[in-house]
């Protein structure tokens, strides 16, 4: 009885549709990671269940309770990355690990989450009455850990802590005059961003404009994708059977680049169901934010679904060649078992919500 108790209260959360996709989705990831990188599948097989435990559990947290956690989480978050500022282990010249003794620690992947947790809890508190100001705070509670976070510097994470930020300042109501407005501010400003940028960072754009001036050094691993994508066809060359990915000429096939193993092993077909899988993903996400009953809940899982579209279209753009390459993993596919978990709390907190939808706050 008391197992059967004990099951019920922990299945009680999960909602059907998002469990399904996230169950093809892991699939086909352990499909592509084993030919990408076999010696690796037992790791993300392990990396799988942590992250699935983690979404159970966070998927019982009602939504009320997770505004409680809001403001302590984003404190400890920039606390943290200051901390990583002064006191961070350095590797391949980036500072983005804490030593803790007992364990490294990478804060600014805690941000992905703890950033639309606060802002959503920051127009909750203030939603009779939105001004500018209100926005003008959000935007600066914003920034500051972007900002720590591109010092380090980790352009990726910083994009994506800084869309999960911006989705929820334009879903709680900021004008498309002041969007207009930001956005010829920031084409005014791309000088000065370009002098502030380092000298990797530039040369990941100049690669992006023109990857052929350098075929065998820095625009090597940029053509070797493309190739690969390109050479997949519609029904692709099968699985273990792509030559670019195991010949190893794509770099970092298993995480940032396998995209294009996937493309080349299983082609326009793949690619599709892939693509397919993400929009049912994001329609659920949407869905679950449409129906969720106060402005938090509203806030935090349209912003999270938002963030599962930027994660996709920001590694498939840099793989195939549309954007720089900022260190994006491919969503739910790429191997590693920190920024899963990260995606699996976010799912985790869309069931929470969807689980908890008739319970209005006030």
Same mark, same amino acid.
């Given at each position: ?16 549709? #998002?469990?399904?996709? &996230? %169950? ?18 037992? /790791? ?22 997770? *505004? ?42 805690? *941000? ?10 920051? @127009?909750? =508190? !203030? ?10 705070? /959000? &935007?600066?509670? #914003?920034?500051?850990?972007?900002? #720590? ?20 300042? @334009? ?11 930001? /956005? ?11 002098? +502030?940028? !380092? ?6 754009? *100049? ?5 052929? &001036? ?57 690619? %599709? ?10 329609? =659920?996400? *949407? +869905?679950? &934010? ?5 402005? @938090? %809940? ?33 969503? @739910? ?7 899963? %978990? ?8 869309? +069931? ?11």
């Amino acid at each position: 009885m008391f197992v059967r108790n004990l099951w019920q209260r922990l299945a009680a959360p999960i909602d059907p549709p #998002l469990m399904t996709l &996230a %169950t093809l989705l892991l699939s086909y990831a352990l499909l592509v990671v084993s030919s990408a990188s076999y010696d690796r599948i037992g /790791a993300q097989l392990l990396n799988t269940l942590v992250a699935l435990v983690v979404m159970r559990l966070v998927a019982q947290v009602p939504p009320q309770r997770l *505004m409680y956690f809001a403001l302590p989480v984003f404190v400890g978050g920039v606390l943290l990355l200051i901390a990583v500022a002064l006191f961070g282990d350095i590797s391949k010249g980036a500072r983005r690990w804490l030593n803790l003794g007992f364990m490294r620690v990478q804060p600014s992947e805690i *941000m992905k989450i703890a950033m639309p947790l606060m802002l959503a809890w920051y @127009f909750q =508190r !203030h939603e009779t009455f939105l001004r500018l100001r209100e926005y003008v705070v /959000a &935007a600066i509670l #914003l920034l500051l850990p972007v900002v #720590l976070i591109a010092r380090q510097p980790d352009l990726g994470t910083a994009l994506l802590v800084l869309a999960a930020g911006f989705y929820v300042i @334009f879903l709680a109501g900021l004008s498309w005059k002041i969007l207009i407005g930001l /956005a010829v501010s920031a084409m005014a400003a791309a000088p000065l961003a370009w002098s +502030m940028l !380092h000298d990797y960072q530039r040369s990941r754009i *100049m690669t992006l404009l023109d990857p052929e &001036a350098d075929p065998l050094g820095k625009g090597f691993h940029i053509i070797q994708s493309t190739i690969a994508i390109g050479s997949g066809g519609i029904l692709g060359k099968g699985w273990g059977q792509g030559t670019q990915a195991q010949l190893e000429f794509i770099p970092e096939r298993h995480t940032d680049f396998i995209f294009a193993v996937l493309s080349e092993e299983f082609g326009l077909l793949g690619n %599709t169901l892939l693509l397919i899988l993400y929009a049912l993903l994001i329609g =659920r996400g *949407m +869905m679950i &934010a449409a129906n969720a009953p106060t402005l @938090f %809940t509203r806030l935090l899982a349209g912003s999270i679904t938002l963030i599962f579209f930027t994660y996709a279209f920001v590694n498939m753009g840099m793989v195939s060649g549309l954007l720089p390459v900022v260190g994006v993993p491919l969503p @739910f596919i790429s191997y590693g078992g920190t920024s899963l %978990t990260t995606l699996f709390i976010g799912i985790g907190i869309l +069931m929470s919500i969807h689980k908890h939808r008739m319970l209005v706050q006030k």
